[in-house]
């Protein structure tokens, strides 16, 4: 393994920083996508082992790693080996602590091009030039659970990005959804606490159907517009890859000029967005918890590069206050009906972690790592995190040098008068290691701003010292109705029966009551529907909720919540179905389930198959068994899954090719049976070819069924039959098939 690209730095000549030298150097991007500026400088701390002699930690070879050192070949083993000592002792110290939250995560490489210079909004570097790629590295995470709990976890999901830009590390740390559930970082603790498993008994794993996440919920209205987020299929991604990412906070750019604009930073996939079925979800959990994991790893495999394009809501300065809700409020949306998104560059994820610990465990994001162009607002969540992040990663990375870890570190050269610490690799030379000093020329340098020196924005500020909440924050309802009452039908059924199952799972019914009241001002439809589910009564007379988080002596009803008087329009942009922001409906990277055995028809095979893939899908077959399976006419097949490692919920749609061998060996079992009835209940497009059309009707899903998603064709015109499973498969769901009771 070669030295840490640190020391060489520190080594070079060329390296010291002087006054007259902007360190944004022109960087011509051309090729970078292949060739990226941060894998270079991961590179030298890459070990391979491949050839290579098995060595201890100190480069001395090991002869026998089988047996370890003792007195006669039945004695007791020796304190002298050391060979034994420093691998079990390394063993013993693998572990390091988890996040607190968003401990279960994925990463990949990749990065972001901007479509054109956005100079007239912010000077930030990498936002200039179209031709530069700057690096990334995206995590994706679940918040709640730990980290070997389940990807399909009912749960906001982290979106978070390291830029490795030419001006040192922005990080834009997002979530998939664009507000939260609290107002003021104070009450974070309180929040992660109730959702986390509880103390005593350390239930649930990863959910917060239990008693103290809704009991706390329904102490906090303010949580009310999240809790229809997390409530809605947005919380149960079908992939990483096709989910919206969101910075939530509002941001400054700032320009050259010194001018400032309110900015909110978005992620649009260019996948569409997609959600699983809870109870697929459920069921996904067992047969594979790392599903979204493993979709990730595969897409990036295959070279199925995922992109999203970072889009920004820009608000000028003087309108700050011309909005229905404050800006500086977290759990408020800008509706993309009165600021539109523009979409401003391209993120592309193209390759995935060489190890995972060393990458995505010790990755550290913060939003405090900006950039100059880019700047904070006084979003009191905000203005929290920016202490939280550094702090937690102290203890979790094990002190203070971690930004030394090779995924941490920036493509840019670090100097300043920072020393010492536990596991400080860099070799600071030197006598100085304060500033000012004359005995090293007064190096290393302040920078100037045309020097790429980070420069706060000089934000007017004359206030009292106090501890209160604006009362611009106070309306915690509008909002809430405006995202539910956006939804279509399926979207709306859809948070209606994860309440019942979340308020289900709750066993204190007052907890569950107050729940409804909260409800009941969001939309008393939705309040009613909960309620029936629940067997319970929408409480007739609404107590004015207050917040729980006002001063012990505080006037309650100075803290109630109220309504800014108008409605808010429905907002297409907020629903899933149907959004206009995602016109295109594609089936590229979907995978579809063939049911075969020996005996099918290869044609029926290979034509669907042929145009599955020429429409970017993939075509997987899952057999009664694995192995070899032999057609009609004798061409082979490999099984891709058996039964027993392929379940209908891993799959995007399903394809009974003719043949009737194999159909009656599939009709068999009960297993191809209940394969397609879960596809169907799960809103699945199902198509059969031939004698394939039987196992459908044996499943209960006959031709005579009227419903867009089953395509049956029983007299073989192939072509058609792939025309019309491609159409169905682009529709994702067919939601009409839904019964909500
Ligand atoms: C006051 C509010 C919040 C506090 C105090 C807070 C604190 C934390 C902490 C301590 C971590 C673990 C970091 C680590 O160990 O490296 C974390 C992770 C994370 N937080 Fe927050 N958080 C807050 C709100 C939010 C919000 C509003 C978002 C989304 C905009 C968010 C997104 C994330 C993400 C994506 C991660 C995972 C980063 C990764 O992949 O390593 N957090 N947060």
Redesign the pocket.
């Known amino acids: 393994m070669s030295q840490p690209r640190n020391k060489s730095k520190a080594n070079s000549k060329n390296n010291k920083s002087s006054p007259t030298e902007n360190p944004v150097k022109p960087t011509n991007g051309a090729g970078l996508g292949a060739n990226n500026q941060k894998l270079d400088d991961l590179a030298p701390n890459v070990e391979d082992s491949a050839g290579e002699f098995l060595s201890t930690n100190q480069g001395i070879r090991v002869n026998d790693n089988q047996n370890s050192l003792k007195a006669g070949d039945r004695g007791p083993t020796l304190i002298e080996d050391f060979i034994f000592r420093e691998k079990m002792t390394h063993f013993d110290h693998e572990r390091i602590p988890e996040?607190?939250?968003?401990a279960r995560?994925t990463a990949a490489h990749g990065y972001f091009q901007v479509y054109e210079s956005m100079a007239e909004y912010t000077r930030a570097h990498f936002l200039q030039d179209p031709s530069l790629q700057t690096p990334v590295f995206v995590?994706f995470?679940t918040v709640v659970g730990s980290r070997g709990s389940t990807d399909l976890a009912r749960d906001v999901r982290?979106?978070?990005v390291k830029f490795y830009t030419q001006e040192g590390n922005y990080d834009l740390?997002?979530?998939n959804m664009p507000v939260?559930f609290?107002q003021d970082?104070t009450k974070?603790p309180d929040l992660i606490h109730a959702a986390k498993p509880e103390p005593h008994n350390e239930m649930p794993q990863a959910g917060t159907a239990h008693d103290t996440f809704w009991d706390f919920i329904s102490l906090m209205p303010e949580s009310m517009h999240m809790i229809m987020w997390a409530m809605s299929d947005r919380a149960i991604p079908r992939s990483l890859r096709m989910m919206e990412g969101?910075?939530?906070?509002t941001f400054r750019f700032i320009n050259a000029r010194g001018k400032a604009r309110f900015v909110k930073f978005h992620w649009k996939p260019l996948l569409g967005l997609h959600q699983v079925v809870w109870d697929e979800a459920q069921k996904i959990s067992g047969k594979d918890p790392d599903f979204h994991r493993r979709d990730l790893w595969e897409a990036i495999e295959d070279g199925d590069f995922p992109e999203w394009e970072l889009g920004v809501q820009i608000v000028e300065e003087k309108d700050e206050h011309s909005f229905p809700f404050d800006l500086l409020d977290?759990t408020k949306i800008i509706p993309e009906e009165l600021v539109p998104v523009r979409r401003i560059g391209r993120l592309t994820l193209n390759r995935n972690v060489e190890n995972f610990f060393a990458e995505t465990e010790q990755?550290?994001?913060h939003t405090g790592n900006i950039v100059p162009g880019i700047d904070f607002t006084n979003d009191p969540?905000l203005q929290?995190?920016l202490f939280?992040?550094l702090d937690?990663?102290l203890l979790?990375l094990g002190g203070p040098n971690f930004h030394e870890i090779p995924i941490n570190r920036p493509v840019t050269p670090v100097h300043n008068n920072q020393r010492d610490g536990f596991m400080r690799q860099t070799i600071n030379r030197g006598q100085t290691s304060y500033d000012p000093n004359s005995l090293r020329g007064g190096c290393p340098f302040q920078a100037g701003m045309d020097m790429s020196g980070f420069v706060s924005y000089a934000e007017k500020i004359d206030a009292q010292k106090v501890r209160q909440r604006s009362a611009s924050f106070f309306d915690h309802f509008s909002q809430a109705t405006l995202f539910y009452r956006s939804q279509s039908q399926a979207e709306q059924n859809h948070i209606v029966r994860a309440l019942r199952f979340e308020l289900g799972k709750v066993g204190t019914p007052p907890i569950r009551e107050r729940m409804l009241g909260l409800l009941a001002q969001v939309d008393t439809d939705l309040a009613n529907r909960v309620a029936t589910g629940l067997g319970l009564n929408v409480p007739k007379k609404l107590e004015k909720p207050m917040n729980m988080s006002v001063p012990a002596d505080a006037d309650p009803r100075k803290f109630q919540p109220k309504r800014n008087g108008e409605e808010l329009e429905p907002s297409p942009a907020l629903r899933m179905v149907d959004n206009p922001n995602f016109p295109l409906k594609s089936i590229k990277t979907r995978k579809i389930a063939f049911l075969v055995a020996d005996g099918f028809n290869e044609a029926s095979v290979m034509d669907m198959k042929m145009a599955l893939m020429k429409a970017g899908a993939k075509a997987m077959t899952v057999a009664p068994r694995l192995g070899v399976l032999t057609g009609a006419g004798d061409e082979t097949l490999n099984a891709d899954f058996s039964f027993s490692t392929g379940a209908s919920v891993l799959f995007d749609a399903v394809y009974v090719p003719d043949g009737q061998a194999s159909v009656s060996a599939l009709q068999a079992g009960p297993e191809a049976v209940d394969f397609l009835r879960e596809a169907y209940q799960h809103c699945k497009t199902i198509a059969a070819h031939g004698v394939g059309v039987q196992l459908l009707e044996n499943a209960g899903l006959g031709e005579s069924m009227a419903d867009a998603g089953l395509i049956a064709a029983r007299d073989g015109d192939a072509r058609t039959l792939s025309e019309n499973f491609i159409i169905g498969i682009a529709r994702h769901r067919h939601w009409e098939r839904e019964v909500m009771l």
């Open positions: 996040r607190v939250v968003h995560g995590r995470s982290g979106f978070a740390v997002g979530n939260f609290i970082a974070f969101f910075g939530v906070h977290a990755v550290a994001f969540l929290g995190r939280s992040y937690t990663q979790r």
